[in-house]
């Protein structure tokens, strides 16, 4: 089961409910009793966790004002439920993230109106509108937390991994040295010194041999050898989220391939330089969580960016903002007018490659080219014999067996 963030109110006549979850339709109504019911459990604001067969709830109680309810406040419980055990770093940080979530809510003088949509046709045409406004409210403020904990708790992926290592200079500067061959350790040390003194070599290196991309050989009692094992590459590839538009909005195809197109050409005049340090730059972007979640976002299809700050807070919106200026420099994604709307859609996907490295490779035996023999005709008179260039040439002029054919011949000369 994915993690799941539910808010839970109680209900001045049924008593705790869920009020909304998300990711939507996964959270079943047997886990949506149990989790409403631990509001019993707590009586004052605060931060708790809670266990239920093999899963674990991290909950926050708080009350709200409240114009409608008794007693003036309505109470409110934010859940995350998870089937992992998590570092206590981890949980600390949900507990801040959930005190925030509560701070959001009571600063709103009228976000308790949502908790009324069941009884939406007990109320005037103006509330009504007011409490379907706020319902569409903290809707996206629990999405926008469920996304916000899914950075900190989710298993980075396998690209991330590499780029979360090469992200960093000095290792990207490391492999690159070694990728051109094998190099005496004591000479790689002594350029890693010139190059990052403030880097610890060892440290370097030992990272690298526990994650397999080098391997030290030594040679006799003192001499070792670094060698490359797997050359690492970030690379652009055009984006095939694309094709999902051709029938959807095949307007927004015409807008976006001729940039597509403008660019892919540009990128093919880069030389060898270029293209090594646009790489270290897409390793930094799929290195950082939050640049890496919008590509993940845009490469399951566009995003519309006039509907991102009903979608999350003003601090979760600024940052995001920041990420898709930054994606939009250099080149990753591009801005589209559609229908009196913007959108943002990928305009190159990226993608990590593994291979040989250029030494190895240069070490693998080349494949031979098949001999194709002259074509010739065969002689009538079988007393008549061959020339020695006659029968080299029949064979595709084979210079062992020419030799060969003349010592035949002159033998039968003797005879």
Known sequence: MKTIVALSYFHRKIGPLVFYSYPKNMLEKDLSSKVANIMDQQFSEGFFTHSFENLKS??????????????????????????????????????????????????????????????????DEEDQENIIKNESLIEAWVNNLYWVIIEDTREKTEEEKIAILLNDRHVFKTLEKLSKGPIPLEWLREWYF?????????????????????????????????????????????????????????????????????????????????????????????????????????RNGLISKDKLPKLVSKKSLDSLMENIDFLKKYDVIEELDYNDETYIVLKTNLQITTAFPEWMRKLLPKESEPVVADKYSTKLNNSEEFTDEEIARSIGKNESTLKNTKRRNNKKKKL
């Open 58 to 123: 991290m909950n926050y109680y708080f009350e709200i004002h409240s114009d409608w309810a008794r007693g003036n406040q309505e109470m409110l419980m934010v859940s995350i439920i998870l089937d992992q055990q998590i570092p206590l770093e981890i949980e600390e940080k949900i507990s801040i993230l959930c005190t925030e979530f509560s701070e959001r809510l009571q600063s709103n003088e009228e976000i308790f109106m949502a908790f009324y949509i069941n009884d939406i046709n007990n109320f």
């Open 194 to 298: 010139e190059e990052f003194p403030e880097k610890d070599f060892n440290d370097t290196i030992n990272t690298l041999v526990e994650k397999q991309f080098i391997f030290i050989n030594q040679i006799g009692l003192v001499e070792k050898y670094v060698l490359l094992l797997k050359e690492v590459n970030a690379e652009r590839i055009p984006p095939d989220s694309v094709i999902e538009y051709i029938d959807d909005k095949p307007e927004l195809i015409e807008l976006l391939l001729p940039k597509v197109q403008e660019y892919y050409s540009e990128y093919e005049k880069k030389n060898k330089d270029q293209i090594r340090e646009d790489a270290f730059t897409l390793f930094q972007i799929m290195a950082d969580s939050k640049k890496y979640n919008v590509l993940s976002e845009l």
